[in-house]
């Protein structure tokens, strides 16, 4: 079983900066894909972007390119999403999400564990 929480989330202006933050309880993540999804009021869930196992493979929203990351190591605790010049469409709940296989899936079903989400706000 592994528990994931999210922190970091809140409320910032457009053009601002946040980095949210990925726990697991009581362990690393290990070899583990782990995803950033996102979901607005009315929509659906989406992928972020998501980090392989290794740590060398990403895959991210295209068009989020430039603007967000992910940086994880599998030594260490937690995973982070750092996101910059935000957008009032950036405005949802973020979850981090983990796959306990390879590789890389962007479908939220493909996910074994999930967080509780964090609230990120974006005020124009």
Request: proline share 3%.
């Amino acid at each position: 079983q592994v528990q994931l929480v999210e922190s970091g989330g809140g409320l910032v202006q457009a053009g601002g900066s946040l980095r949210l933050s990925c726990a697991a309880s009581g362990r690393t993540f290990g070899r583990h894909v782990i995803g950033w999804f996102r979901q607005a009021p009315g929509r659906w869930r989406e992928l972020v972007v998501a980090i392989g196992g290794s740590g060398g493979d990403t895959r991210i929203e295209d068009s989020l390119k430039g603007r967000f990351t992910i940086s994880k190591d599998n030594a260490k605790n937690p995973v982070y999403l750092q996101m910059n010049s935000l957008k009032p469409e950036d405005t949802a709940v973020y979850y981090c999400a983990a796959r306990l296989s390879q590789p890389i899936r962007t479908t939220d079903k493909a996910y074994d564990y999930w967080g509780q989400g964090t609230q990120v706000t974006v005020s124009s």
